[in-house]
């Protein structure tokens, strides 16, 4: 009998990792597998260790144990076991593998929305000026911000920052794409438009792990929920299950019952 | 009176000149050393951190004129020999260096931590990070006061007249020691002094205003 | 190098330093109290006044701010004597002088802090039927006043660093008697030291005593 490869690797793969701050656990044995092509929603409460579990996965944070691959390799670490860190430069590379958009946007404000756009492009990837520049326009151009090329994010909305923060993330052709909150920050009016570009890129097979508030586009646009509580995840599965009415789950219904009283 | 000054004139240009030598030595040599350390101070590793906060807190805690005497008697009594002139420089860089930490830690500082994160996301290494996300930004809070303390390194550097160089300062008391003119002599060397940092302050304003119309 | 330290001769001149230290300090607090008078008077005068006298103010102000505090010690002490028939110690010289220049810096603040004085708390004076003289009392100079205390803090130990300028008319304050000390004993990097932590160690005491004097001030209000 032969062993075979699994039929779908996973792309991520988040294993047994812990994480405390001082004295204050925030990530208990966290697993979590995404495969690629996969769009997966962690939703929480506060201080649930979403946020930290997604700065893990490009080490904007560091974790204490376990272990976090993206396509096999090691994140933060040299090797699995001896706990030690990645050369600056190693980092930078494994880092342009994931691409991250943030709750407050973090556009360089001195540069032009292409111009965030082109920094990482030229400098990490090694296009040339003309080769990014083009690359930069038909990202905006996806976000639907072509005549914003030029502009500085100070005079953009804020869900024109955020698309341009998005076009920055997906330009740079990462293999996961990481979504902090993207939407929190924002004017209700203004949440759709940033919205409507992540679902697109969904639909183009844009490998995803996203932290949101926004349920309902959680259950229409995810291929996975995962609710995470006290440091860990607590349940998982497709969307109609987790928000669904027949999950047994204490924490994951109190949670649900406590955000529909306060969303709706 | 006037005959006597008019006289002088030459002598008083060739202090004054000493005076901006020293001074832009100063600037240029305080400005290499101060960021490098300010950035040790903001990025550094712990002992680095405490090493840049101990010299600063120091040198910015003593009179400029007992560092300029420490440097100048006590490093021949250790079996250093400078020149006045450059033990003079040697102290008054230490000075601005202080200061230059300062400023660049309260730029860098001012930078929100979410600008590094972004630029760390886009796989920018540490250098990359400071040369095209941090320091561009830092620089228009920087250049404001540091310009402003230019005119601290003009001032400064009358004190190096006590070590017997002749700079401006020393320019004058040496006019005043052969024509007793002493009045008209201080009054012409303050309007000099004067003028020189006037327009720094005036620069560093104007750049302070134009800067302040860029929003974050 | 082969220098050793030697402090003997350091302990056995140690009243010069301790006498100058005590002098640099009476310096530096004579200089600011005048400074305060003159900064407070000339603040509220230029928030009130017209242009001639808001330019004249400021012209004193930049002046000071521009020119070496050494120049400005020598002129008072050997200039001006030549051209005013008033006689006067190194001492009330360098008082004179340190306190128009402390004046000029705090001009600076006062006025800032003046103007930083919310327009909702004159109004609210105004209302209660309070004179333009009982506003100002009673209202901007106390608020302005728990705003200006951090830099007037920052002002005093700039001057007390700064009273290190009187040694070059011969006032025996600390770097005068660390320079006797150097001339005296050639134990000069061993003076230098004891005179750098007397100067360290009073500055931080004195930052650390005002620190806890604005909180609270602070607290109290």
Redesign the interface.
């Known amino acids: 009998m032969s062993i075979s490869p699994p039929a779908n690797p996973a792309l991520l793969d988040i294993s047994d990792v812990s994480k405390s701050f001082g004295s204050v656990e925030v990530l208990r044995a966290v697993s979590l597998q995404v495969t690629r092509g996969e769009v997966v929603t962690v939703i929480g409460p506060s201080g649930s260790g979403k946020t930290t579990l997604l700065r893990c996965v490009n080490f904007l944070e560091s974790y204490d144990s376990g272990s976090i691959r993206i396509d096999g390799k090691e994140v933060g670490f040299r090797e699995m076991g001896t706990h030690q860190r990645r050369s600056e430069r190693d980092l930078a590379k494994m880092r342009a593998e994931t691409g991250m958009v943030f709750q407050s946007f973090n556009l360089f404000p001195h540069l032009t929305a292409a111009g965030n756009i082109m920094l990482g492009l030229r400098k990490v990837r090694g296009k040339s000026s003309t080769e990014a520049r083009a690359i930069a326009e038909h990202w905006l151009g996806r976000v639907g911000l072509a005549h914003k090329a030029d502009s500085l994010p100070a005079e953009l909305s804020g869900g024109q920052q955020q698309r341009v923060g998005i076009a920055r993330a997906v330009a740079m052709e990462p293999k996961i794409l990481l979504l902090d909150e993207i939407t929190s920050a924002l004017d209700p009016e203004l949440v759709g438009e940033v919205l409507e570009v992540v679902r697109s890129l969904a639909e183009d097979g844009m490998t995803m792990v996203m932290v949101t508030h926004e349920m309902a586009f959680a259950r229409d646009a995810s291929s996975r929920i995962v609710f995470m509580a006290d440091g860990g995840v607590s349940a998982a599965g497709p969307p109609a299950e987790i928000l669904g009415t027949e999950i047994d789950n204490e924490r994951l219904r109190s949670f649900l019952a406590r955000f529909r009283a306060s969303h709706f | 009176m006037l005959g006597q000054i008019a006289y002088a004139l030459p002598f008083l240009a060739q202090g004054f000149a000493v005076t901006l030598w020293v001074s832009l030595l100063v600037v240029v040599l305080s400005l290499v050393a101060g960021v490098m350390m300010g950035v040790g101070l903001v990025y550094g590793p712990a002992p680095l951190r405490w090493a840049v906060r101990i010299f600063s807190d120091t040198i910015r805690g003593i009179p400029i004129l007992v560092l300029i005497f420490f440097v100048y008697y006590g490093l021949p009594a250790v079996g250093i020999h400078l020149e006045s002139f450059w033990a003079a420089v040697l102290a008054l860089t230490l000075f601005k260096t202080a200061q230059v930490i300062e400023y660049l830690r309260g730029a860098v500082g001012s930078i929100p931590k979410g600008q590094s994160e972004a630029a760390m996301a886009i796989g920018l290494t540490f250098r990359q990070r400071l040369a095209y996300v941090i320091f561009p930004q830092a620089f228009r809070r920087f250049l404001p006061p540091w310009i402003n303390g230019v005119t601290d390194a003009v001032k400064g550097s009358a004190l190096v007249s006590l070590l017997g160089i002749t700079d401006l300062m020393h320019a004058i008391n040496q006019v005043i020691g052969r024509t007793y003119e002493a009045m008209p002599l201080y009054i012409l060397g303050a309007v000099i002094y004067f003028v020189v940092n006037y327009a720094l302050s005036l620069a560093s304003r104007r750049l302070e205003r134009r800067f302040s119309f860029i929003r974050e | 190098?082969?220098?050793t330290l030697n402090f003997n001769l350091i302990w056995r001149h140690f009243d010069k330093l301790w006498g100058g230290l005590l002098l640099s300090l009476e310096l530096a607090v004579i200089s600011i109290a005048i400074g305060i008078l003159i900064g407070l008077l000339l603040a509220v005068w230029y928030v009130s006044a017209g242009r001639a006298v808001r330019t004249v103010i400021a012209a004193y102000v930049?002046?000071i701010?521009?020119?070496?505090?050494?120049?400005?010690v020598?002129?008072v002490f050997?200039?001006?004597p030549?051209?005013v028939d008033i006689a006067y110690s190194a001492q009330t010289s360098f008082i004179a002088t340190l306190s128009l220049y402390s004046g000029a810096y705090l001009v600076e603040v006062f006025r800032s802090g003046l103007e930083a004085v919310p327009r909702g708390q004159l109004d609210a004076g105004k209302a209660i039927g309070l004179t333009p003289w009982q506003r100002l009392v009673h209202v901007r100079l106390p608020t302005m006043l728990r705003i200006t205390l951090p830099a007037l803090s920052n002002t005093f130990l700039s001057l007390f660093?700064?009273?290190?300028?009187a040694?070059?008319i011969s006032v025996p304050e600390l770097?005068y008697g660390?320079?006797w000390i150097?001339f005296n004993t050639?134990r000069?990097?061993e003076v230098?030291l004891v005179?750098?932590a007397m100067?360290?160690l009073t500055?931080?005491a004195l930052l650390y005593a005002l620190r806890l004097v604005e909180r609270r001030f602070r607290a109290a209000h």
């Open positions: 190098m082969g220098y930049e002046f701010r521009n020119v070496p505090l050494i120049l400005l020598y002129l050997y200039g001006l030549t051209v660093k700064d009273t290190s300028v040694s070059v770097t660390a320079q150097n050639f000069i990097v230098y005179v750098t100067y360290l500055g931080y």
